[in-house]
């Protein structure tokens, strides 16, 4: 396995200039599309507190953000799920979002965010955790322009790609994209898209940057006193939110 994901690094930056090529195009149409927000930003009884969860494939991010919603009370939304969602209830772009999730693309960030959207709006909580989001530069800017608000903190899982392969694969819960074909995919796809996106946080002050090997509860202790620092932030949010 680890000859397997060694060989991938090399391959990675053959083909991570298409990838940002392809992404750079995408994220231009996608600007030039949306000069106005889409449908109205969301308006908010009370300021509410956003977390953004990445790391790659199989580094734990949903594990914590379980972690995170027993002790502070955060409703989860994992973006993964939510497709996953739209994909199982046969919805009109189930197909498509399909084969972009078994090819390990991305899906068009107007999908993506139109879910989120409409969990965040029929949530009664303000403290929201967006699990594997935003995985571009083009996600990004949707969820800028459409939601109409910035997280207030972003974590990220950091983890090797080896643990992570391992990870993916002994996980059992009957995903496509569980495979070694897909995970290799999806390695790029983070390397040459979400680095950058996690880039960004990084020189906003907003990264905080999580060693995710060790036990579950182990890395929920680097986790908890982050959340413990934001509790004076969130405290003064309430607990309804309006269109
Ligand atoms: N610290 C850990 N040590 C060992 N295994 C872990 C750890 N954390 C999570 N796992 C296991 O690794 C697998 C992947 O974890 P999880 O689903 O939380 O990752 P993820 O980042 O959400 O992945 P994806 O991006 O593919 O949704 C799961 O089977 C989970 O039980
Ligand atoms: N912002 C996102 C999040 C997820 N997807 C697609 C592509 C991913 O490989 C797949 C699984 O996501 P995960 O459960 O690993 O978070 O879903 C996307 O296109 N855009
Ligand atoms: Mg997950």
Redesign the pocket.
């Known amino acids: 396995m680890w000859r397997r994901v060694i060989s991938l690094s090399s391959s990675i930056s053959s083909s991570k200039s298409t990838l940002s090529n392809q992404a750079a195009y995408r994220l231009k149409v996608w600007e030039s599309l949306t000069t106005e927000p889409k449908g109205g930003i969301v308006s908010w009884d009370k300021t509410p507190f956003i977390t953004f969860v990445l790391g790659g494939?199989?580094s734990g991010?949903?594990t914590q953000c379980e972690k995170i919603v027993e002790t502070f009370g955060f409703t989860h939304l994992?973006?993964?799920?939510l497709?996953?969602r739209e994909i199982a209830s046969n919805s009109k772009d189930g197909t498509m979002?399909l084969k972009?999730?078994i090819e390990?693309?991305?899906?068009?960030?107007e999908?993506?965010v139109k879910l989120i959207k409409k969990e965040m709006e029929s949530s009664d909580n303000v403290k929201f955790l967006i699990?594997?989001?935003?995985?571009?530069e083009e996600?990004r800017i949707a969820f800028e322009q459409m939601i109409g608000a910035e997280p207030n903190i972003v974590l990220y899982f950091d983890c090797p790609e080896k643990e992570m392969v391992e990870r993916v694969l002994s996980r059992n819960q009957g995903?496509v994209?569980d495979n070694i074909n897909?995970m290799e995919k999806?390695l790029k796809?983070f390397e040459a898209l979400s680095l950058p996106v996690i880039n960004y946080y990084s020189n906003k002050g907003k990264l905080h940057k999580i060693d995710a090997v060790g036990t579950v509860d182990e890395i929920f202790e680097q986790v908890r006193p982050i959340f413990d620092a934001c509790k004076d932030n969130w405290s003064t949010t309430g607990d309804k939110m309006r269109i």
């Open positions: 494939p199989g991010k949903g994992s973006a993964g799920d497709l996953r979002i972009a999730v390990g693309k991305i899906v068009p960030s999908v993506t699990d594997g989001f935003p995985r571009t996600n995903r994209d897909t999806r796809v």
